[in-house]
């Protein structure tokens, strides 16, 4: 039987030592106390599941955990309302289902942003899949420190932090979904991001555990949520909006973005495909009374600029960069809007269109 130095040992390699609050030793029985960050039962689940599997392989089958759960929700490190100085606005970019290329418009999004003259910050907080350092061509870089504060990797002129430059290539997802908040507290707090008007946030699809530490975290000033228009992933959109608009969460939708809205062959400008249903985030963000911010086709060039590290928005060709500044003109405009109705305590506001002309 291992001894309860070899244990705690143990729980420092897998990373979960901050989270155990009891250790015993019973004969065969190692008794362990233990905090989940969420309330989520499937969250309690995995992390049950991660610790048995990670003692059997260390200890061997002979030896049973007995594992107590608690749940505390992490303690607020800055109260909604004090932001992390020196960033004007904090916004979250959302999105019901994976894979509607939420992380193709906040990459956009940002360098159009730059464009106008705006000092912008980029986090990718995704979990389950950062893809902004490919998306910025910085996949091999490891951001610096100076004076205990990470320093932010820039690519076309956006202030970049991802947790895909941190995570240790044999940490298993199951662990990262349990370390995620401390990264996140880490990322925005730990960070020297300077003077920023912006920084958006790229969260993992869906409504978690991500979503809940980053609005204990950090005063959030509003959220977009990108979609695909088809049916399946308009109702994923509901439960985002719902979840961003709980009286506990309370983030303004700055508004509903619509992705993959059609296809237009280069050889037939004037037809539009509807591949995944016509204007279906349009329909919805009428319905549900939020403001619709506009809607981006299926266009190769789009998906090549991704894998190529260079933001479409950086093209040429006024269709596609034409489109992203459109987006960004009216997520200002969105803005501009939401902070007039702000009280004076809240962060910093933009409350002017300043910039917005020079595309
Ligand atoms: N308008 C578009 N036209 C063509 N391709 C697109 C468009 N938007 C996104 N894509 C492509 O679709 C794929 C998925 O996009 P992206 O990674 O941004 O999705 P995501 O919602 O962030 O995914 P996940 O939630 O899994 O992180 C990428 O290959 C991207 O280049």
């Given at each position: 039987?291992a001894s309860?130095e070899e244990i705690?040992i143990?729980?420092k390699?897998?990373?979960?030592?901050d989270l155990?609050?009891?250790l015993?030793?019973?004969?065969d029985?190692i008794?362990?106390?233990?905090?989940?960050?969420s309330p989520?039962l499937h969250e309690?689940?995995?992390l049950?599941t991660a610790?048995?599997?990670?003692?059997e392989?260390?200890f061997g089958?002979?030896?049973?955990l007995?594992?107590n759960i608690s749940?505390?929700?992490p303690?607020?490190?800055d109260?909604r309302g004090n932001s992390?100085?020196?960033?004007?606005?904090?916004?979250?970019?959302?999105?019901g289902?994976g894979?509607v290329?939420?992380?193709?418009?906040?990459?956009n999004l940002?360098?159009?942003l730059?464009?106008?003259?705006?000092?912008v910050?980029?986090?990718?907080?995704?979990?389950?899949?950062?893809?902004?350092?490919?998306?910025?061509?910085?996949?091999?870089e490891?951001?610096?420190?100076?004076?205990?504060?990470?320093?932010?990797v820039e690519?076309?002129?956006?202030k970049?932090l991802?947790?895909?430059?941190?995570?240790?290539?044999?940490?298993?997802?199951i662990?990262?979904?349990a370390m995620?908040?401390?990264?996140?507290h880490q990322?925005?707090?730990?960070a020297n991001?300077?003077e920023?008007?912006?920084?958006l946030?790229?969260?993992?699809?869906?409504t978690g555990d991500?979503?809940?530490?980053?609005?204990?975290?950090?005063?959030?000033?509003?959220?977009?949520?990108?979609s695909?228009?088809?049916h399946?992933?308009?109702?994923?959109?509901k439960k985002g909006?719902?979840m961003f608009q709980m009286p506990?969460?309370?983030?303004?939708?700055l508004?509903?973005i619509e992705?993959?809205?059609?296809?237009?062959?280069k050889?037939?400008?004037n037809?539009?495909y509807y591949?995944f249903?016509k204007?279906g985030v349009q329909?919805?963000a009428?319905?549900?009374?939020l403001?619709?911010?506009?809607?981006i086709p299926i266009i190769?060039?789009?998906?090549e600029a991704?894998d190529?590290?260079r933001?479409?928005v950086?093209?040429?060709?006024?269709?596609?960069s034409?489109?992203?500044?459109n987006?960004?003109?009216?997520?200002?405009?969105?803005l501009?809007?939401?902070?007039?109705?702000?009280?004076?305590s809240?962060?910093v506001?933009?409350?002017t269109m300043a910039g917005c002309?020079n595309?």
């Amino acid at each position: 039987m291992a001894s309860k130095e070899e244990i705690k040992i143990f729980l420092k390699e897998i990373e979960v030592d901050d989270l155990v609050r009891n250790l015993q030793i019973m004969g065969d029985t190692i008794i362990i106390d233990m905090l989940s960050h969420s309330p989520a039962l499937h969250e309690k689940k995995r992390l049950e599941t991660a610790m048995q599997t990670a003692f059997e392989q260390k200890f061997g089958k002979d030896v049973q955990l007995k594992l107590n759960i608690s749940v505390e929700m992490p303690e607020k490190k800055d109260s909604r309302g004090n932001s992390i100085p020196g960033i004007k606005n904090i916004i979250a970019v959302a999105s019901g289902k994976g894979g509607v290329g939420k992380s193709t418009v906040a990459s956009n999004l940002a360098v159009a942003l730059v464009k106008m003259g705006f000092k912008v910050g980029l986090l990718d907080a995704d979990i389950y899949g950062p893809s902004i350092p490919t998306m910025f061509d910085v996949s091999n870089e490891k951001p610096l420190s100076d004076n205990n504060k990470i320093i932010p990797v820039e690519s076309y002129g956006v202030k970049l932090l991802s947790l895909g430059f941190f995570a240790g290539a044999n940490q298993a997802v199951i662990w990262r979904g349990a370390m995620a908040s401390k990264a996140i507290h880490q990322l925005l707090h730990d960070a020297n991001w300077g003077e920023l008007d912006f920084l958006l946030i790229d969260l993992p699809p869906g409504t978690g555990d991500i979503h809940l530490s980053l609005v204990q975290e950090v005063p959030v000033t509003g959220s977009l949520i990108v979609s695909t228009p088809q049916h399946v992933a308009l109702a994923d959109v509901k439960k985002g909006v719902a979840m961003f608009q709980m009286p506990e969460i309370n983030v303004p939708v700055l508004g509903l973005i619509e992705n993959m809205a059609y296809f237009t062959p280069k050889e037939l400008p004037n037809n539009k495909y509807y591949i995944f249903g016509k204007k279906g985030v349009q329909k919805l963000a009428e319905s549900m009374e939020l403001p619709f911010l506009g809607e981006i086709p299926i266009i190769q060039s789009i998906r090549e600029a991704s894998d190529y590290g260079r933001p479409a928005v950086l093209q040429e060709e006024e269709l596609v960069s034409g489109i992203y500044m459109n987006l960004a003109k009216n997520v200002i405009s969105s803005l501009v809007k939401r902070n007039e109705n702000l009280p004076p305590s809240e962060a910093v506001r933009i409350t002017t269109m300043a910039g917005c002309s020079n595309n």
